[in-house]
């Protein structure tokens, strides 16, 4: 009832926060899944996380983006803080309590380090001052963690974190700031808070004086790879509102469905949603089985899945038409909704820019990782491995670079190797053997280039951006070829079935639109394997790589 289309976009239009949907969330326990086991919480596997996100993001992202903030305000604490500290954190948590991440200020904004609210020792406590805006869920939360400077010369050991109690300050050194109206979730409380004078004990320091921009970096690393679950929910959305209106509408006599063009659209739409979803899969299982590589794949993953899903949404928007801007008369106004709440997922949390801004900064890093072949497989294998128990999450194994470079894309080339003798044996399609071999070549070379290009530390050419997006195809293609090397089982459908899975279907789709980002022509025959992607939308529902939840896709866009 309070996830109801039509109650939620009156909600938004009046820029109301859907509360009332927050608390069926409380009422399931959504909460616990924003708190590690070992700190009182159900978050065991940051897969679940992600797709217990990805579904509410599918019924409505204001929601998924007001409820999910609590695990971005908390996720300094899970990496840094003492044990008492993150123990009374995950009670506050799972007891229904909301936690916003107090980062960004006026005139600074992805600039952490050009922050001004200070945070000044006084005795055993600290006292601060200072403002922070445009902060999600600042005026609705019970604790804010923030990022203060402790250092009145700043630089990167200059600021600290701490995690503030708003019901433990005294009465008049804090206020919240007015909320801020937004294009997209519009509801969702995106305000300010400002503090003057407000005493916190030390206990509040979240890890070591001079540590909170390590610290921020760190949790970034986990927020930036839970966000990509945003962007999944809402491609799949977009991708069953296209459906039906595919099915639904007539044009030349004809339903939009029976047109080959329309076809062909819905089918790369399925092709982009997948690789979006083999990318965003393998980044939230590489938090247990390769913490180290974060900094890279948390990066990759941030820049990538937001920008195929917004393609996804765009084609949906081609399709719909007029309908696609109303806010009433087609499916209660929820695609325009969807598309105006969706842009918002690819700045939060460091826009794409930032993040393709750090991946060129370990460039060199990369290209020699991959020139002596170095990999942590066994990593790969337990991330690419759908049924398989992974490792607890070590938070002192993250850093802030990733020497060996990226395992993942290291191990393209062995791939490879894999998947043509599958296709030698009759398992695979010849023509993805092909193209996975094609997309290594473009690999090889563009970790060349990568090895013969310097960034000077004032400026980052144009070009390098480029090359930050063709990494994240590469990564993108060695996501596809390990999810389907390391669960065979998943291939073998039911005689009479049609999978995704079976004879490589979706392997292929999503290879051959790597092939297509990364400049390559194709063939009519590799374009057709989209229209076999519509083909399973139509008679199995829309393809997921995660079968047990396939069938909430439907339920949930329904």
């Known amino acids: 009832m309070q996830f109801r289309p039509s109650l939620l976009a009156e909600l938004d239009q009046r820029e109301e926060f859907p509360a009332a949907a927050c608390r069926v969330l409380d009422e399931f326990g959504l909460n616990g899944y924003y708190v590690p086991v070992r700190s009182g919480g159900r978050l065991a596997d940051f897969t679940d996380l992600m797709q217990l996100i990805r579904t509410v993001a599918r019924r409505d992202l204001t929601v998924a983006i007001g409820h999910g903030k609590t695990f971005l305000g908390a996720a300094s604490a899970w990496v840094a803080a003492e044990h008492e500290q993150v123990d009374r954190l995950g009670e506050l948590i799972v007891n229904g309590g909301i936690v916003s ?10 600039d952490l380090l050009g922050g001004e609210l200070t945070a000044t020792a006084v005795g055993d406590d600290w006292r601060l001052d200072g403002e922070k805006w445009l902060i999600n869920n600042a005026t609705r939360s019970d604790a804010v963690c923030v990022l203060a400077r402790t250092d009145p010369a700043g630089g990167p050991r200059g600021f600290s974190l701490f995690l503030v109690e708003k019901r433990l300050l005294a009465e008049g050194s804090w206020s919240s700031l007015p909320k801020v109206p937004t294009h997209g979730i519009r509801g969702a409380d995106i305000s300010g808070i400002v503090f003057d004078g407000a005493q916190v004990p030390g206990t509040a320091l979240v890890g070591r004086v001079g540590d909170g921009i390590e610290t921020v970096l760190k949790a970034l690393q986990l927020t930036r790879t839970v966000c990509v679950s945003l962007s999944l929910g ?7 509102i296209a459906l039906d209106y595919a099915r639904e509408r007539s044009l030349y006599g004809r339903r939009l469905i029976e047109l080959p063009r329309i076809r062909r659209i819905l089918g790369r739409m399925n092709a982009a949603r997948l690789v979006a979803e083999a990318t965003g899969l393998m980044a939230v299982r590489s ?3 390769l913490p180290g590589e974060m900094s890279v794949t948390s990066a990759v993953a941030k820049a990538l899945v937001p920008e195929l899903a917004q393609r996804v949404i765009d084609r949906a928007a081609e399709l719909l038409g007029v309908r696609g801007f109303l806010t009433d008369n087609h ?17 939060f949390d460091g826009n794409t820019a930032v993040n393709r801004n750090g991946l060129i900064d370990q460039f060199p890093l990369l290209a ?6 170095a990999a942590d497989l066994a990593g790969v294998r337990c991330a690419a491995e759908l049924g398989a128990a992974v490792p607890e999450f070590d938070p002192h194994r993250l850093a802030l670079l990733t020497p ?3 395992s993942l894309v290291q191990s393209l080339p062995g791939a490879v190797v894999r998947i043509r003798a599958q296709a030698a044996e009759g398992l695979l399609p010849e023509r993805v053997a092909e193209l996975a071999e094609l997309i290594k070549e473009h690999a090889d070379a563009l970790h060349r280039e990568l090895e013969g290009r310097q960034r000077s530390a004032q400026t980052v050419p144009s070009a390098a951006f480029v090359r930050a997006e063709r990494y994240e195809l590469c990564y993108a293609a060695a996501a596809c070829l390990q999810l389907w090397l390391a669960n065979p089982s998943l291939q073998e459908a039911p005689s009479g079935a049609r999978s995704a899975w079976r004879d490589g279907l979706w392997l292929q789709a999503c ?31 829309l393809p997921t790589l995660l079968p047990t939840f396939q069938d909430d896709v439907a339920r949930s866009a329904s």
């Open 368 to 373: 020699a990782g991959y020139r002596r072949g």
């Open 404 to 406: 060996r470079g990226c």
């Open 234 to 240: 809402a491609a799949d959305t977009a991708s069953v």
């Open 287 to 289: 938090i247990h089985t």
């Open 101 to 110: 991440w107090g980062l960004t200020e006026r005139g600074h904004g992805s």
């Open 331 to 347: 499916a209660d106004g929820r695609f325009a909704k969807l598309e105006r709440d969706h842009r918002v997922v690819a700045i």
């Open 511 to 541: 290879l051959a639109a790597i092939a297509t980002g990364l400049g390559r022509s194709l063939g009519e025959d590799d374009e057709a394997v989209c229209d076999r992607l519509t083909d399973h939308a139509l008679i199995e529902g």
